[in-house]
């Protein structure tokens, strides 16, 4: 036995821990790295006196170790890679990779708690090492992460999972060389087939394909290509997914992950003796508190994740353009990726987490380049349309769009403004308009656009036919089956509303039922309709909509409709609110009826009311609405105020403060003492309590009451030219579903905000 192989003493981890610490300990500044090489000689001594097997201690992140033990030997490699110098980093990234590729780590791992894991810590650090800039670091960082993640014996999870994904990503994006990047890009394409093929299985141990380098720089990178780099790159990815195929050893059946009563997470599966991966007999992956599998909510992060990477702007340096414009085409190859494996964030049964994300990153980051037909940029358009044709060989996922967003009034009409940008962009740019498109690429995107017009025709074929087979084999439904569509063949409740429908799309359900698609689908145009006439003229929306009968004709259900439907401006919302005349007075009374303050503070209770709509400008306007407001408020906390008056006067107060204190126009800001002063005596001629007051004024001073999103409807008629520029108008429509007649939402800056309050606003909800 040679002296290097002896270093680390005869367990499995200390023969791969043990050469790389001994590295580190030469290759190490010892005046400037003696912490370090302490550390190593520490870890090194104590692996010596381990035997060559030892009893697994299920507490403990390596095998064949207790946990001080772990925590000892994986110290030095953290701080080695802390240390941010190429030459002690090298060995410590090797020596992770090992553990992880010789399945030698068992863990959960998740970003969270004050404390973290030792294994948390290393990876935390290798991601940390990304940054120090030399190409062979480069590579190794991105070789372990994949290792890990890759790893069946490893679940990696939460803000861990979307670090790993993150360093990839800007490794790709500010690599050192071109086949550093492609390797970066690479790696997130294989990150993401295993833990979508993960999220589909609902298991960490299952067959996968390993991503194929020069397809996935079929269109875009090519100019990164030196030589022989995709050929290097093929290789580098084999070399780590088959490191850990061929490490079944050390997956040791007797030992599993911390279980909940180690952690406080539920315990993944043992693997099977019996089985091996892919098999068709996988264990259910394990759960989380709620009972929701953690493999599939790793899998709704990351879709989550690449949604927000995709929508970075540059707002300052536009020398970063190119950068950033090679960022959102990765990430449109990426959801390429995830449907070439399966697209599970697609199916029916796995939406209903992500169908609202779908609904505003698909307009956004999809259509807007798919509807840009006079100045396209060639390679992001091409990456859409490569997209577009892979969903589209799918039939269920071509119905599955349709049913679920064209016929939600609650969601965008995703399958109708796809087919039409991909007939705007086979007809080509109109008749003497100015284009950026050279004659080659003209003809490239026509013929591309209607190879995916044929294959949605024919993959709608495909589903009737299969469907007609299904019919065939089933026998015909009896009476119950055909009053339970009879019920949901209405499209209007009682109250005047749309009622919930609820379709399941599964590949091999019964027919859908096509009277009650089509009348989903009727009723949400013609709402859509109404909506339109609203937001222009409130009034007639709302007669429209009445004698349509899309809703109730009674101030109830028009305040209902007010409260509750999508798409509807707040500015116009207050606006009729406000109005004077009879009906929309009584709605006015009806809506703030229907708002429940009892035991809500003043503060919090105007916050909760402006939420829904804005102030109109008319100051009779907000004294009708705000007089209702503080009579409802008191009548639901009778012991609030001495009269509804008192109530009036301060609401009126706490506008105005709320304006002054957040308007960048004013000045002069107003003190909590000329707050307590302005509101003295309007209690009946007495002054409220002062601590009252006071907390009052910090509540809205330090956070802001937004009374809707049209706040920046002036910033955006200032920055219609911007827009021009941009290329963003009519972006806002597409991502929430609005008319294109309606104006934009305005510069750049406000849009991606507005985005992000979607996104944050619609997380929790479920269909």
């Not at 009348?519 to 339109?532: D, P, S, V, W």
Request: hydrophobic content about 40%.
């Amino acid at each position: 036995m040679s002296a290097s192989q002896a270093l680390g003493g005869q367990s499995s981890c200390g023969r791969a821990i043990g050469p790389s610490l001994d590295k580190i300990i030469k290759n190490a500044a010892w005046r400037k790295h003696s912490a370090i090489v302490a550390a190593c000689k520490s870890a090194l001594d104590r692996l010596e006196t381990l035997p060559a097997s030892a009893p697994t201690d299920p507490a403990s992140p390596l095998l064949g170790l207790s946990l001080a033990d772990a925590n000892l030997v994986l110290h030095p490699l953290v701080l080695a890679l802390e240390a941010a110098y190429g030459k002690i980093a090298e060995p410590a990234l090797e020596c992770a990779f090992k553990l992880f590729s010789l399945n030698l780590v068992h863990a959960d791992i998740a970003d969270c708690g004050d404390q973290p894991s030792a294994i948390l810590r290393l990876i935390q650090a290798v991601c940390k090492s990304g940054g120090i800039g030399e190409e062979a670091v480069e590579l190794a960082v991105l070789r372990v992460l994949l290792s890990a993640v890759r790893s069946p014996c490893v679940l990696i999870r939460g803000d861990c999972l979307v670090h790993i994904v993150k360093t990839c990503y800007n490794v790709y994006l500010g690599g050192q060389n071109g086949t550093n990047q492609i390797c970066a890009k690479s790696v997130l394409a294989q990150i993401v087939v295993i833990v979508f093929a993960r999220t589909e299985a609902d298991s960490l141990d299952v067959r996968f394909k390993t991503v194929s380098v020069s397809e996935l720089l079929e269109f875009a990178d090519k100019n990164l290509n030196e030589g022989s780099s995709i050929q290097f790159c093929q290789n580098f990815l084999n070399e780590v997914v088959d490191a850990n195929d061929g490490a079944a050893e050390n997956k040791n059946l007797e030992f599993s992950l911390p279980t909940e009563s180690q952690n406080g997470d539920a315990s993944v599966p043992k693997e099977d003796d019996k089985g091996e991966a892919g098999n068709g007999e996988l264990n259910d992956g394990p759960k989380s508190v709620d009972g929701t599998s953690k493999i599939r909510e790793d899998g709704f992060l990351l879709f989550k994740n690449l949604c927000k990477l995709s929508m970075k702007f540059s707002s300052q340096d536009q020398s970063d353009d190119q950068i950033l414009l090679r960022g959102k085409i990765v990430s449109l190859e990426l959801l390429k990726v995830i449907m070439d494996n399966g697209g599970p964030i697609w199916r029916t049964n796995e939406r209903s987490g992500l169908k609202a994300e779908i609904g505003i990153f698909f307009p956004m980051l999809v259509l807007r380049v798919l509807e840009n037909v006079l100045q396209p940029s060639f390679l992001q358009k091409m990456t859409v349309l490569n997209l577009l044709e892979k969903i589209s060989q799918d039939p269920q996922i071509i119905i599955d769009v349709f049913v679920n967003y064209d016929c939600d009034v609650d969601s965008p009409n995703i399958f109708e403004r796809t087919v039409n940008g991909l007939l705007k962009t086979a007809l080509g740019p109109p008749a003497g308009s100015a284009t950026t498109l050279s004659p080659a690429q003209d003809v490239t995107f026509r013929h591309e656009s209607v190879k995916c017009l044929v294959r949605i025709i024919k993959s709608m074929g495909s589903w009737m036919d299969q469907q007609l087979i299904v019919g065939d084999l089933n026998p015909p439904r009896g009476p119950e089956g055909d009053n339970s569509t009879e019920n949901h063949s209405t499209p209007n409740g009682e109250d005047g509303t749309a009622q919930d429908f609820d379709i399941h799309t599964d590949g091999n359900s019964e027919f859908y039922d096509a009277v009650t698609l089509e009348q989903r689908r009727a009723y949400k145009i013609e709402l859509q309709k109404g909506i339109t006439l609203f937001n222009r003229k409130p009034s007639k929306g709302i007669d429209f909509l009445i004698s349509a009968k899309k809703i109730g004709g009674s101030p109830e259900d028009v305040a209902a409709f007010l409260k509750n439907t999508s798409g509807l401006s707040e500015t116009m919302i207050g606006d009729y609110l406000g109005d004077r005349d009879d009906f929309p007075l009584k709605v006015m009374h009806a809506y703030v009826d229907s708002f429940n303050f009892k035991g809500k503070d003043f503060g919090e209770a105007i916050r909760f009311f402006l939420r829904g709509f804005k102030l109109p400008g008319e100051a009779q306007k907000i004294d009708r609405i705000m007089e209702k407001f503080a009579e409802r408020y008191c009548k639901c906390n009778p012991n609030s105020f001495t009269s509804a008056d008192t109530a009036y006067v301060l609401a009126y107060s706490v506008i105005l403060l709320n304006t002054d204190a957040h308007n960048n126009m004013v000045k002069d800001k107003m003190s909590k003492a000329d707050f307590i002063r302005n509101n003295r005596g309007i209690d009946d001629g007495k002054d409220l309590p002062e601590e009252f007051l006071s907390t009052l004024y910090d509540q809205i001073v330090k956070n802001e009451i937004k009374m809707s999103s049209d706040t920046s409807a002036q910033q955006s008629k200032q920055a219609n030219s911007l827009n021009k520029l941009l290329g963003l108008d009519g972006i806002l429509n597409l991502v929430i579903g609005k008319q294109t007649e309606e104006k934009a939402l305005g510069a750049n800056g406000l849009l991606i905000r507005h985005i992000q309050e979607q996104f944050k606003a619609k997380s929790g909800k479920s269909e």
